[in-house]
């Protein structure tokens, strides 16, 4: 380590934050030093503030600065703009691409800052936001101000937490009395909103490029005018605990704006940082900073390899492995699968002459037996951590009464030697037990592909809305066994709680970027406020199919037969209706086409009259909550990562043509 002297200004009798000045350009590896760290944790968790000069280079300053200018001077002008939030007069934050020169570990993984952060947020911390702050000419006195609420409701709790977020502020220009900056109140971290601030006195850091201060989310300050001719921008760089949510600031803008290929230019060692961008992203574990951490070298932060992640043939092979493994099960030895979808869940075909269904009831009619093939069945490898085996047994005991006693065309469970519908399974290369059930093969051609005459079309359209009536009716007058359970597909299942088809709704919408969380949020409390003037008796709402689309049809022999019931659950009748619908929203004649599906239905049963001025509100809904699935199902599948973006920006532009169109 190199001799070099550090001045530290404490500041303990005056209003001025507690200031760390290091030498001009020093190396990053003696940054690391346990003194200079030690103080600088102390010196910010006393008053929650602090300003350390020369962190950065100058010339690396400069160039983020004429980079800011060239990308981002769109922001210099004094208007609206929609992914930009205004935070002041002629004041505006932005979010910053993670794209070069902003994506280099000289800026977000400072070996100061990193072990300042495992200090003061524990090991676990992560790259929580990255944007800007423009002032532009003109800026007057910004408001006072915290940047995240207390957490809690208790005062004395909320005054006594460690710090759970931190800003780090990084000028890309110099800061002057001309230029503004911000104003701080050394301390106020530790007060309640209660207490007056003007009984303190503040302090405004004016520091030059290459320097930084850190605040604490809970600090008050406020920014201050900018009366130069100059426009003020300033990098923040906002560090969270694992842990931390944030519920403001972002009602415009991502948090985080990277693409998976600038992600994978990330060293290996600071891929902790990134961990919410592996969940959407589906990378490697994070490795966390320890005592084995040691900055790289500016040439190690050019050389690494990209991870690759399990693609979707690596992830087949792996579940084929748990499938073939579950056939045991069911008396039949491991044979050939082949893979029929890799997508919700996976499904294969398993075909042997060798599996007994002696246990099956009988059909019931001789001339319904042609439904279902002699010696291929359909065997499903259940997707992970959503949902839990009882709910999967119930999709499994309602397809046995509809094909067994109410004889509709639908999958017919086999059980396994042990009777049971489904049974878990497990194989190397798969972390997790997997629910596996098998079905008897449903023969049948998909509607979606079908090619036919107009009249044709028609003819079918009514066939397949006596289908829906049948399954509705059903339903209706089904004796729901013991311990049923099934997702409800209303504002809950939907955007809630189970939003994106997944146990943790809140991540789901965490992950969802604008614009397109702003969009899935009005359609929201749209379809909240729709289902308000619903009734939830059984002539309004039961189980439901979930996903009745046209490729979910099969045709054969004239008939029209219902596959896929894995988002059986209990909805609106008019769910199944507007599912339908969806790949019909273009059509000219949609109007026709409705109503040859309610004259098919109504043969059966009649259609609730209350719920069809709804189903614009239906479909709506139900394209908004692709979207939020789509990014759900990015997290752990390569083919939905790779076309998410695309998906997200198709589903917008059907959102926003429905909610215009009569």
């Known amino acids: 380590?190199?001799?070099?002297?550090?001045q530290v200004y404490k500041n303990i009798s005056s209003n001025k934050p507690p200031e760390i000045s290091l030498p001009v350009n020093l190396p990053q590896s003696d940054l690391v030093n346990p003194v200079l760290i030690k103080t600088a944790k102390e010196l910010f968790a006393k008053n929650g503030v602090l300003v350390i000069k020369n962190l950065f280079a100058k010339d690396f300053i400069a160039e983020l600065n004429q980079s800011f200018s060239e990308q981002y001077?769109?922001?210099?002008?004094?208007k609206d703009h929609p992914d930009a939030l205004g935070v002041g007069v002629k004041r505006k934050m932005i979010t910053v691409?993670?794209?070069?020169?902003?994506n280099h570990p000289n800026l977000y993984g400072n070996p100061l800052l990193m072990y300042l952060m495992q200090g003061l947020l524990g090991k676990d911390f992560i790259l929580g936001s990255f944007g800007a702050v423009i002032a532009l000419p003109g800026a007057e006195q910004q408001h006072i101000h915290q940047d995240h609420p207390a957490l809690f409701e208790d005062e004395a709790l909320d005054l006594k937490l460690p710090s759970f977020a931190i800003t780090v502020v990084v000028p890309l220009i110099d800061l002057t009395p001309a230029t503004g900056s911000t104003?701080?109140?050394k301390g106020s971290h530790r007060l309640s909103q209660s207490e007056e601030l003007e009984k303190r006195n503040s302090s405004v850091p004016f520091v030059s490029t290459g320097s930084c201060y850190l605040m604490d989310y809970q600090l008050w300050h406020g920014g201050t005018p900018n009366i130069s001719n100059q426009v003020r921008p300033i990098l923040y760089i906002v560090y969270y605990r694992s842990w931390f949510q944030e519920t403001v600031n972002y009602e415009k803008q991502t948090r985080v704006s990277i693409t998976q290929r600038e992600y994978q230019k990330i060293p290996e060692i600071y891929k902790f940082l990134f961990v919410r961008v592996q969940e959407l992203f589906q990378f490697s574990q994070?490795?966390?900073?320890?005592k084995n951490y040691h900055p790289p070298s500016n040439d190690q932060s050019q050389d690494y390899t990209p991870v690759n992640p399990l693609t979707a043939s690596e992830q087949v092979n792996r579940l084929s492995k748990v499938a073939k493994q579950s056939l045991t099960q069911y008396g039949v030895e491991p044979t050939a699968l082949k893979l029929i979808s890799h997508g919700e869940n996976t499904v294969f075909a398993v075909d042997t002459p060798n599996l007994s269904i002696t246990k099956q009831k009988s059909v019931g009619k001789a001339h319904r037996r042609y439904r279902y093939s002699s010696s291929r069945f359909a065997l499903r490898v259940h997707r992970a951590n959503y949902l839990p085996i009882?709910?999967?047994d119930s999709e499994l005991r309602w397809l046995q009464f509809l094909s067994q006693e109410a004889q509709l065309p639908v999958p017919e469970p086999i059980p396994t030697l042990n009777d049971k519908l489904c049974t878990l399974s497990e194989a190397q290369g798969v972390p997790e037990p997997r629910v596996c059930s098998l079905t008897r093969w449903l023969n049948g051609s998909s509607l979606s592909s079908e090619d036919t005459s107009q009249e044709s079309q028609l003819l079918q359209l009514e066939s397949v809305g006596r289908l829906l009536g049948q399954l509705h009716d059903h339903a209706e007058h089904w004796s729901?066994?013991?311990n049923f359970t099934r997702p409800r597909w209303d504002w809950n299942g939907l955007f809630g709680d189970m939003a994106g088809y997944s146990n943790d709704g809140a991540k789901v919408w965490d992950l969802t970027p604008q614009p397109y969380r702003n969009l899935f949020e009005s359609v929201s409390q749209q379809f909240k406020e729709t289902i308000a003037l619903l009734t939830e008796d059984r002539s309004q709402f039961g189980l439901i199919h979930g996903d009745f689309w046209s490729g979910n049809i099969l045709i054969d022999q004239q008939e029209m037969r219902i596959i896929d019931f894995a988002d059986c659950g209990f909805g609106y009748w008019v769910y199944d209706l507007a599912r339908f619908l969806n790949d019909y929203i273009y059509e000219r004649d949609f109007s026709l086409y409705l109503d040859k599906l309610l004259h098919g239905y109504n043969q059966i049963r009649p259609f609730p009259q209350a719920q069809l001025p709804h189903l614009k509100t239906f479909i709506i809904a139900q394209y908004a909550a692709y979207g939020l699935w789509q990014i759900n199902r990015a997290q752990d599948h390569p083919s939905f990562r790779a076309r998410l973006e695309q998906e997200l920006q198709e589903t917008a532009?059907?959102?926003e043509w429905l909610m215009v169109v009569n």
């Open 73 to 78: 001077n769109t922001y210099f002008e004094d």
């Open 183 to 185: 104003q701080v109140w």
């Open 390 to 392: 009882d709910a999967i």
């Open 97 to 102: 691409n993670f794209q070069y020169p902003f």
């Open 480 to 482: 729901i066994p013991e």
């Open 653 to 655: 532009e059907v959102i």
């Open 1 to 6: 380590m190199s001799n070099f002297s550090i």
């Open 286 to 290: 994070p490795t966390h900073l320890d």
